[in-house]
């Protein structure tokens, strides 16, 4: 499916110090949290990083928010006919030990809704993820340039 295409160079996220940021609670790790700056017409963005359990015991994302939008929404997407559909993940997402979860464009992502300002390339824009067992950890996503995403640019 061409949704689905991705090349390397355009979809993965940030490179260089962005993608080595990382950020650790308990067992939970969040390597390379990025999200891509806001086109001039929306009012919503993305956000992707990848995490890991690397503790001994199950947990779940299961909420996230941030200052910089009214709402932010753990989303999946699902393959529905020839389209694709966005959807809430009302019970977040499941951490058994030792897995690691990619959030990305096209797949598990954070969608934040009611951005009160445009997320600017080169910017930071906090949120705090919520998870059942280890808590809340702050993080930051670096916001990056529009790039491109199977035919389209995100």
């Known amino acids: 499916m061409s949704w689905f295409n991705r090349s ?7 490179k260089g110090p962005a993608a080595a940021r990382s950020f650790v609670l308990g067992g939970i790790e969040v390597v390379g949290p990025w999200a891509r700056a806001s ?34 929404e753990i989303h999946a997407i699902t393959v529905v006919g020839d389209g694709l559909r966005m959807r809430e993940r009302e019970h ?3 951490l058994f030990p030792g897995t690691t979860l990619t959030l990305k464009p096209r797949g ?9 300002a445009p997320l600017e390339p080169g910017s930071q824009a906090p ?3 919520a ?11 670096a916001i990056m340039a529009p790039g491109a995403v199977g035919t389209q640019t995100l």
Not at 8 to 14: A, L, V, Y
Not at 108 to 116: E, F, N
């Open 127 to 129: 949120v705090t993820l």
């Open 39 to 72: 086109l001039p017409a929306t009012a919503e963005g993305g956000g992707f990083f990848m995490i890991t359990n690397k503790g001994t015991t199950p947990d779940r994302l299961i909420a996230a928010s941030s200052p910089v939008a009214e709402r932010v």
């Open 8 to 14: 390397r160079e355009t979809s993965e996220g940030p």
């Open 92 to 94: 977040g997402l499941a």
């Open 108 to 116: 598990y992502h954070l969608l934040l809704t009611g951005l009160k």
């Open 131 to 141: 998870f059942e067992s280890a808590g809340k950890m702050d993080i930051e996503l």
